[in-house]
């Protein structure tokens, strides 16, 4: 088992920046790849990005590449999503999630512990 928290949400105008965390719990930390999903009201949850165990190894959706960093700190059981340059269709609640295993990094079905999410709007 394993708990997931994030937090870092909120309102910003676009054009501005915001950290995602997600405080994980359960299990040993540096033993899973974590990802960031997204879903936005009337839309399916889409993935954003993926980090490996070790950190040395990240891939990004194509609509968020250059803007959004992920990156982790094993010793601090965390994982973080940088955004920067937000845009209005940034606007969505986001997700962290264990990555459960497989190359499909990118499919939701690939990860089988989720946060509740946080809420991120991005104003125009």
């Known amino acids: 088992q394993v708990q997931l928290v994030e937090s870092g949400g909120g309102l910003v105008q676009a054009g501005g920046s915001l950290r995602l965390s997600c405080a994980a719990s359960?299990?040993?930390?540096?033993?899973?790849?974590m990802g960031w999903f997204r879903q936005a009201p009337g839309k399916e949850r889409e993935f954003v990005a993926h980090?490996?165990?070790?950190?040395?190894?990240?891939y990004y959706a194509d609509s968020v590449q250059g803007r959004f960093t992920i990156s982790r700190d094993n010793a601090k059981n965390t994982v973080y999503l940088q955004m920067n340059s937000l845009k209005p269709e940034d606007t969505a609640v986001y997700y962290c999630a264990v990555h459960s295993g497989g190359s499909f990094y990118y499919s939701s079905a690939s990860y089988d512990y989720w946060g509740q999410g946080t809420q991120v709007t991005v104003s125009s």
């Open positions: 359960g299990r040993t930390f540096s033993s899973y790849a």
């Open positions: 980090i490996s165990r070790g950190g040395g190894r990240t």
